[in-house]
């Protein structure tokens, strides 16, 4: 039996850090990473953009974390987003992990 690196165990520690790209409301790319934290009822994510500090609420999946940031992001004029996972853990994933695209509405 295995058993889960100590980081995935313990409350409110990094789990995951997604690469978050797209358009900012001013049409200029940027580049970002997310990183997920493990809460107490399951993932919370944070993007730092510029002067604006996001934090989704907490969900059971990582990927509705992700979903509730891109949503509120869309809905301050950002657009052409996509993540992908680039650290499990410790472990880099060396950006070979595939890119999840969040349609514009």
Partial sequence: MTS????FRV???VVEKHQ?????PSDRYFNR???IKRVERGYSGTVMYEALNLQSQVYRTVQESLKDITDQL???G????????NFKGQTYLA???TWVDYLDA
Avoid: C, H, V, Y
């Fill in 74 to 76: 869309r809905e301050l």
């Fill in 33 to 35: 990473m997310i990183p």
């Fill in 78 to 85: 950002f657009t052409t987003m996509r993540t992908r996972l």
């Fill in 20 to 24: 978050l790209e797209g358009m900012d």
């Fill in 11 to 13: 409350r409110n520690a």
């Fill in 95 to 97: 950006e070979k992990e």
């Fill in 4 to 7: 889960l690196p100590l980081s």
